[in-house]
């Protein structure tokens, strides 16, 4: 029998992580003793990224085709539960020192988040895994809370049903993996593979976990109020791969900016290169400022909810001219740069045209918007690949949608206007405009073309050959559109909000004519006119020969008449 030396093992194992075969993996560790380490590594160390935590079981893409009863899918949700919980059973006994291999050992996340949802699914206070998770050593992990939630189940005729208290929860399972990593690496003389922790982590837990992990590269934060001056000092002597910051927003109001500001101005100059406040109505102009502190490492800023006071202050970033991706969602949408903040928007402008990395800018709700850009988009040096520009008016702003002309290497293109008031001039500007720029893979125009009628969607995918993903509305989007979207042969998705007047058999020629380059397309018509109803049986026809023709899928919404949801009284 041949057998294979433990470097090609190693690197069978390796190719089989790359791919997340999970299966093979776990097969590979059952068949011999040779195999298991590597294949065990590989499956904890992606474990993250198994598809046993999707609950891909209710998915309706998923199911569709199988078509299983009620009871089966609730059975393979269980079945999903069951694993999820092993998993994480198996990764936190192993820091107990109580298994056959050091499976935390061999982790690169630590993703509390997922462990956090494990313990708020419903599903797992109803089956075994509620009674079982925390039994015999895994005890002193519990942590519940002071009231129970009253919930009746089968096996449980009183319908006391005590809950966790998560955080405390998450709390001693992170303290246990990181103590266990940090211990081991030590007695062993290596370095702690854990690179990136992520969840609900308390202000006292977060610098002593840090300081653990010297391979850290990556936090995803539930609150980032736990950011300091003091976490950042210590990250800066002992974090030395640390570049990547995400929070989801700061809990505390009390000085927040200037703490934050401390922290980023703490850590090592030049060193962070990624920075996401998903909700940064926290972040001020100390903030913004010190981020300068990294202004030659910084590739990418995303602030979701920014109040106005920091809009104020946006030119503070200008020392980030390195930046391949910035967005800038503002929470406030009141503050007119260019009429009342003159110098900052000129700053503004100035700084993104010196952005020459610059590929992704998404500004939502920013007033200034269109003026910004219209300066910004004839730029030789400025070449984007995704443009999203939400909550701004169509009417007037034709030179803004000129400019866009000037960036022929766009292939993502996100606009999303107020179009009530619009003109046929200003319609005409931005489809003229559209149909120049050759390259867009993804085009969505939600609420912009409220006003397009069949002609604008027929120019447009007569120019357009290489759209893959195509979101438009409008009214009175006939059967003559389908002629030319059978020409785009790479369209995978198209999601079809205006009013619209198809047939069956308008459809069905349609899909008839879909490639392989448009293999698992998407067709989504979510406002059919009540003068035009598909019946169901037709759409069940139509769903049928799309999944036969390309493995795709067909939905279908009628459109809701204001009469229809009018209330009529004396």
């Known amino acids: ?148 939630m009253k919930q009746k189940t089968r096996n449980n005729k009183k319908g006391a049903c005590v809950r966790f208290n998560v955080p405390g929860v998450l709390d001693r399972v992170g303290e246990s993996i990181t103590n266990f990593v940090f211990e081991s690496a030590k007695e062993n003389k290596y370095t702690a593979a854990l690179e990136d922790i992520s969840g609900h982590i308390s202000a006292t837990a977060l610098p002593i976990w840090t300081s653990r992990l010297s391979k850290l590269k990556s936090m995803t934060l539930w609150d980032g109020s736990a950011l300091n001056e003091k976490l950042a000092v210590s990250m800066a002597q002992t974090c030395f791969y640390f570049d990547d910051l995400t929070f989801k927003a700061c809990l505390k109001n009390q000085d927040v900016d200037g703490r934050l500001a401390s922290f980023f101005n703490g850590l090592r100059a030049d060193t962070l290169r990624s920075f996401n406040a998903l909700n940064a109505n926290s972040v001020g ?117 000129r400019a866009l002309a000037f960036q022929t290497s766009l ?33 969505k125009l939600i609420s912009t073309s409220d006003y397009f009628t069949s002609s604008e969607i027929i120019r447009l995918a007569s120019w357009l050959h290489n759209l893959e993903d195509f979101w438009f509305g409008g009214y009175e989007i006939t059967d003559r559109i389908w002629s030319k979207m059978s020409d785009l042969h790479n369209l995978r998705a198209l999601n079809i909000v205006g009013i619209s007047t198809f047939s069956k058999t308008g459809i069905e020629n349609y899909i008839t004519t879909l490639g392989e380059g448009n293999r698992g397309f998407d067709l989504q018509v979510m406002a059919q006119s009540s003068s035009h109803t598909i019946s169901e049986e037709g759409r069940e026809d139509l769903q049928e020969h799309i999944r036969a023709k390309v493995g795709g899928r067909f939905g279908y919404t009628p459109h809701r008449e204001d009469s229809e949801s009018e209330d009529f009284s004396d």
Not at 2 to 11: A, M, R, T, W
Not at 316 to 329: R, S
């Open 1 to 148: 029998m041949l057998k294979l030396p433990p470097d090609v093992l190693v690197v069978i194992c390796e190719e089989l992580g790359n791919r997340r075969d999970f299966g093979t993996l776990f097969n590979c560790a059952l068949s011999s003793k040779s195999l298991v380490y590597p294949a065990l590594g590989w499956i904890y160390r992606i474990h993250n990224l198994c598809p046993i935590v999707s609950n891909e079981a209710f998915d309706p893409e998923f199911t569709s085709a199988r078509k299983p009863t009620y009871n089966a899918l609730l059975e393979e949700q269980r079945d999903t539960l069951s694993k999820w919980v092993l998993m994480w059973k198996s990764i936190i006994r192993s820091s107990l020192g109580t298994t056959a291999y050091p499976y935390c050992l061999y982790i690169r996340a630590l993703d509390l988040r997922n462990l956090a949802d494990l313990l708020h699914d419903g599903m797992f206070y109803t089956t075994s895994a509620y009674n079982s998770f925390f039994r015999g050593e895994m005890t002193q992990f519990s942590a519940h809370k002071d009231t129970p």
């Open 285 to 401: 102009p100390e903030t913004l400022l010190a981020l300068t502190h990294h202004a030659k490492s910084l590739k990418s800023l995303k602030f979701g909810g920014l109040k106005s006071e920091a809009i104020k202050s946006i030119s503070n970033l200008q020392g980030c001219d390195t930046l391949e991706c910035l967005e800038i969602v503002d929470a406030d949408g009141l503050i007119n740069l260019e009429a009342t903040e003159n110098d900052v928007f000129i700053e503004m402008i100035e700084w993104l045209g010196r952005c020459d990395s610059l590929r992704d800018l998404q500004l939502t709700s920013l007033v200034s918007s269109p003026e910004i850009l219209t300066q910004i988009c004839p730029k030789d040096n400025i070449k984007l690949r995704s443009l999203v520009v939400h909550d701004y008016n169509l009417i007037g702003n034709s030179e803004f949608h």
């Open 411 to 443: 292939e993502n293109l996100d606009l999303k206007a107020d179009a009530d008031g619009a003109f046929r001039d200003d319609i005409d500007a931005l489809v003229d405009t559209l149909c120049t720029l050759s390259n867009l893979r993804c085009l």
